[in-house]
């Protein structure tokens, strides 16, 4: 093909639309770029989706990991993923590091310093909207309780703070009727527990310590609680916004933190392009790692299913790999399709012969009393199982 990515791929997932594929390499600090972002970058594919659900009798290291079930809609296409960086010691480095030092930092005390590796953070309100409204319609559609955006805004204050703040807009502007924002919950709650309370006594409840903010602060959130009162408490009031979908926002290093300490207060997340790959993989170790992490990349027009784990060589041929990652990629594209009935088959024929403890040796070796199988026998297990019932705790 003499091309790393050849045309005739790319072009049959134009022409049918939606492909799965298995893992490929990457060279770490030099070689070809990651095929994996080109092929997003190519096709649009501006949602990584990654559900992260456990599967009863799944090994893990965590005490509770059945309080896992969340879908992390990753920005796919921008931040530092996009790819716009210079290699120390190019002439385009020292150009772009003059420019910037001269120009944008005006010589002060704030620099890049000569010797950089430099690389560009493109955020656009475009691609945050787009993908946080496609997290919405997921949430609204599958009847989960909320959609956390999940950002570093309280020091990227213009790239990750704005994907929180063009978050909101979105969620606002386009689902108004639908959802609620945990602030205007605090609010709205406020009014419903004390329908008396006036907007200044409410706004000390919504934001604490409001007496020792300037004076400033204090009218903004005092004009704040009114506009939220007046324009959603006819529909939201009164409990009405309990039956909403909530919309959320945390700092990125908090969510690491509590998708762990309190992994169910979490349904949807939807993410910037680098946090979202490190909040992802943090979330599928706690379900028994990346073997059984399925995962996509979903644009307007297509759709690339796939493994989410990378590659392992020194395996191939040797039928002894977990093949559990991609066969939920393959349920993923079957409920994209609209081909429940086959998804829900093949997802409990998996979950009955991991509760079998029929395992490939990464989780035999995990698992007391497990039977260690062949890639090759764990699928015929699963087959075997379709249309079993999944064990209960009396079996």
């Not at 639908?178 to 709205?188: A, D, F, H, K, P």
């Not at 990378?310 to 994209?336: E, Q, W």
């Amino acid at each position: 093909f003499e091309n790393w990515l050849p045309d005739d791929s790319v072009n049959a997932i134009r022409e049918f639309r939606v492909a799965i594929k298995g893992p490929l390499t990457t060279p770490v600090g030099g070689g070809i770029r990651s095929l994996n972002v080109a092929l997003r970058q190519l096709l649009d594919l501006y949602a990584c989706v990654r559900p992260v659900k456990y599967y009863k009798g799944t090994p893990s290291p965590v005490k509770n990991p059945e309080r896992m079930n969340v879908v992390i809609y990753r920005e796919n296409t921008e931040d530092v993923y996009a790819g716009i960086e210079w290699e120390q010691g190019t002439p385009e480095a020292a150009k772009l590091i003059e420019f910037l030092n001269k120009e944008m930092l005006k010589g002060g005390k704030k620099q890049v310093r000569l010797d950089s590796g430099v690389g560009i953070k493109p955020m656009s309100v475009t691609g945050t909207k787009r993908l946080v409204r496609m997290a919405i319609k997921f949430a609204l559609e599958s009847g989960r309780k909320s959609v956390t955006l999940v950002h570093k805004g309280n020091i990227q204050k213009f790239t990750e703070g704005a994907f929180r703040k063009w978050g909101y807009e979105l969620a606002t502007e386009e689902f108004r009727d639908n959802v609620v924002t945990e602030r205007e919950s605090w609010i709205l709650d406020n009014k419903d527990k004390n329908p008396n309370l006036s907007i200044e006594e409410n706004a000390n409840l919504a934001e604490p310590g409001l007496e020792f903010a300037t004076e400033e602060f204090r009218q903004g959130v005092y004009k704040e609680v009114k506009s939220v009162l007046n324009s959603i408490y006819a529909t939201h009031g009164k409990g009405a916004w309990k039956k909403k979908l909530m919309i959320n926002d945390r700092i990125a290093d908090s969510i690491f933190q509590q998708v762990v300490t309190r992994a169910d207060e979490y349904s949807v997340l939807a993410t910037p392009n680098l946090n979202g790959d490190y909040i992802s993989d943090a979330c599928a170790a706690q379900i028994g790692g990346l073997g059984i992490a399925p995962g996509a990349n979903i644009g307007d027009g297509y759709a690339c299913f796939e493994a989410t784990h990378g590659t392992a060589p020194k395996y191939a041929d040797k039928d002894v790999i977990n093949p559990s990652s991609v066969i939920l990629s393959g349920v993923m594209m079957f409920r994209f399709l609209g081909w429940k009935e086959a998804a829900d088959l093949i997802e409990q024929g998996l979950e009955r012969t991991i509760e079998q403890k029929k395992v490939t040796y990464d989780f035999e070796r995990l698992m007391e009393g497990a039977t260690k199988v062949k890639t090759s026998e764990f699928a015929s297990h699963i087959i075997e199982n379709m249309g079993a019932a999944v064990l209960t705790a009396a079996d």
